[in-house]
């Protein structure tokens, strides 16, 4: 990592760096880049490819089970203080919308 190629990164980004910021970035970027290539390196050939870091059990139930782990939408609504018939209404996320509203209403599950 150069600073040739942080400054291309950063422009892509859209984002405005200082030469202190360039410096420290460019020396921490080549950091990571250089433990990622030391990982390389390491003989994976007997581990098993996987999509999760822990262990996952089934999440899936059988057709016709009803899942009780999972809370109603009246339960849900008793947890937020803000509610209207089935909606959360939070404040608001976004600074830049179409129209300006001070709260949105999120669906409930």
Not at 10 to 38: G, R, V
Not at 71 to 87: A, G, P, R, V
């Amino acid at each position: 990592m150069n600073k040739k190629n942080l400054l291309h990164l950063a422009k892509l980004s859209k984002l405005k760096t200082t030469n202190l910021e360039n410096n420290k970035y460019t020396s921490q970027l080549e950091e990571t880049i250089t433990y990622i290539k030391n990982l390389n390196k390491l003989d994976t050939k007997k581990i098993k490819p996987s999509h999760h870091v822990l262990p996952v059990n089934n999440v899936f139930f059988e057709d016709g089970v009803k899942n009780n782990r999972i809370l109603s939408s009246q339960d849900l609504k008793q947890t937020t203080k803000l509610s209207s018939n089935k909606f959360f209404i939070t404040n608001k996320v976004l600074e830049k919308w179409i129209f300006s509203v001070n709260r949105y209403i999120l669906w409930l599950i």
